[in-house]
T-cell receptor
Framework: DQQVKQNSPSLSVQEGRISILNCDYT??????FLWYKKYPAEGPTFLIS?????DKNEDGRFTVFLNKSAKHLSLHIVPSQPGDSAVYFC????????????????FGKGTHLIIQP | DAGITQSPRYKITETGRQVTLMCHQT?????MFWYRQDLGHGLRLIYY???????DKGEVPDGYVVSRSKTENFPLTLESATRSQTSVYFC?????????????FGAGTRLSVL
């Protein structure tokens, strides 16, 4: 059963507008969430993260919102630029506050963001 | 700053053959991970390691073997490759401490098993 879901396989947005990518999760033990960006033939690149004790984290054009009660997070990109065209993965971990070392991240299937000129 | 490198970038092999994918990181990160990416599945964890000589299974470990004799290297071996192991393999690493959950990925190895 998928614990991290990205229900939109693709999203098309006009350059300069806001891009909103969504992610839902089912495991209430997740306490840390990350967004990765991936270009073809490259590895995923860390973009931004948020811990479960916060509801918003901002870094330049990128903002991640977390709604714990709805088990939902979103990534906002404002303004969208052509270089933002990529696949975006939502990922989650259970190990931020539960103690112990790191273990693997649980990833969604990704959303392909296309920025149109 | 070399970061994390994977080799080879592309590999074609036949069913039943043994193949080893290499991963090397220059950051002295404690943690290292192997994922596979398949259409319709996102990235799935195969194995991970908290330190040299400490490894643990992930979500899809069957058919794979790992070792970590040195902190900087984390090779992944397919002992007898099967067609279902055709995939793109990503190695990642993370440092210990507060940032342990932020993983940094290599460029990947595309493996085809014929």
């Amino acid at each position: 059963d998928q614990q991290v879901k990205q229900n939109s396989p693709s999203l098309s947005v006009q350059e300069g507008r806001i891009s909103i990518l969504n992610c839902d999760y089912t495991n209430s033990m997740f306490d840390y969430f990350l967004w990765y960006k991936k270009y073809p033939a490259e590895g995923p690149t860390f973009l931004i993260s948020i811990s479960s004790i916060k509801d918003k984290n901002e870094d330049g054009r990128f903002t991640v919102f977390l709604n714990k009660s709805a088990k939902h997070l979103s990534l906002h990109i404002v303004p969208s630029q052509p270089g933002d065209s990529a696949v975006y993965f939502c990922a989650a971990s259970t190990r931020m506050y539960s103690g112990g070392g790191a273990d693997g991240l649980t990833f969604g299937k990704g959303t392909h963001l296309i920025i149109q000129p | 700053d070399a970061g994390i490198t994977q080799s080879p970038r592309y590999k074609i092999t036949e069913t039943g053959r043994q193949v080893t994918l290499m991963c090397h990181q220059t950051w002295s990160h404690s943690y290292m991970f192997w994922y596979r990416q398949d259409l319709g599945h996102g990235l799935r964890l195969i194995y991970y390691s908290a330190a040299a000589d400490i490894t643990d299974k992930g979500e899809v470990p069957d058919g794979y073997v790992v070792s970590r004799s040195k902190t900087e290297n984390f090779p992944l071996t397919l002992e007898s490759a099967t067609r279902s192991q055709t995939s793109v393999y990503f190695c990642a690493s993370s440092r210990a401490g507060v940032s342990k959950n932020i993983q940094y990925f290599g460029a990947g190895t595309r493996l085809s098993v014929l």
